[in-house]
């Protein structure tokens, strides 16, 4: 199950679950305001989380930052209508779309069928509500177009649209007294596709536009925090992979065979899976 986490002085999260695709939860204590990074998949998942930081002192939120549309970082949202919520003008929007939805095992398939939906996110929601699906799409108070900056008192918080692959809407937040840079999902493959890919040019353009933060503690919302120097693999990964995919014109054996060179060792499962996405955002 989760587990819950202080890093520095002022940020706690909570740890991700992979069976019900619940995302890291991030709360930024100041001497003024609170403020939570994502609302969860659940009103459950939430709940969870305020009710472990009360019992560690630490009041509710008075903000909450939403960081792109998708059910597992929104769908906690209602239970947080003391907060004042924060998202890009394009999370907002996206959110929109699914408020007609109905959530019932019967409309998820239809939309896995039609493709509105995707199958991993299908299981992952009726995973996540075995046992009702009261799910209320609740509509972000404030939306950005670029970036804001909030100060908590002692602590500030910048959210800065990136967008990427994996959605186009995809906001970060930079902790800046500690060096903490929440990245959300914006450094994932696009999963709302044919297939699963990244693309070269959105790629290189988010990962330059986090080279422009000084951080030394990055928090994908799906993985454990990471420090620079494991973020910075995880970048000359993706930069290097990009570049031979352009270099061998998408070809998936070339690429193999020039980044196994690069390399010099046998190749991972997950730099055979990102080879794989990238040839199929080609």
Not at 72 to 95: N, P, Q
Not at 158 to 172: P, R, T
Not at 219 to 233: A, N, T, V
Not at 260 to 281: A, C, M, N, Q, W
Request: net charge negative; with cysteine.
């Amino acid at each position: 199950m989760h587990s819950v986490h202080k890093l520095g002085k002022s940020f706690w999260y909570i740890t991700p679950v992979s069976s019900t695709d619940r995302p890291i939860l991030g709360m930024v204590v100041g001497s003024k305001k609170t403020l939570m990074i994502d609302a969860g998949n659940s009103e459950e998942h939430v709940n969870y989380f305020l009710e472990e930081l009360n019992k560690r002192g630490i009041s509710n939120p008075d903000l909450v930052v939403v960081t792109h549309w998708h059910w597992d970082h929104i769908f906690g949202l209602s239970a947080l209508s003391d907060a004042v919520s924060i998202a890009s003008k394009e999370t907002k929007s996206e959110m929109e779309k699914l408020i007609p939805f109905s959530w019932s095992n019967e409309a998820i398939n239809a939309r896995v069928k039609e493709g509105v939906e995707i199958e991993f996110c299908a299981k992952a929601i009726k995973e996540e509500y075995k046992n009702h699906r009261s799910i209320k799409i609740t509509l972000p108070d404030i939306t950005i177009e670029n970036r804001a900056e909030i100060d908590l008192g002692g602590v500030t918080c910048i959210v800065q649209h990136v967008g990427g692959d994996h959605a186009a809407d995809s906001v970060i937040v930079y902790i800046k007294e500690e060096k903490i840079l929440f990245l959300g999902d914006c450094i994932y493959p696009r999963l709302y596709a044919e297939k699963v890919h990244y693309t070269i040019s959105e790629t290189l353009r988010v990962l330059d536009l986090l080279d422009t933060f000084d951080a030394e503690i990055y928090i994908p919302s799906h993985q454990q925090p990471i420090s620079k120097e494991d973020f910075d693999l995880e970048v000359a990964m993706l930069r290097t992979i990009a570049k031979y995919t352009e270099d061998c014109n998408g070809d998936q054996k070339k690429i193999v065979k020039k980044y196994g060179d690069y390399v010099k060792r046998e190749l991972t499962e997950e730099e055979l899976e990102t080879i794989s996405h990238f040839v199929d955002g080609y």
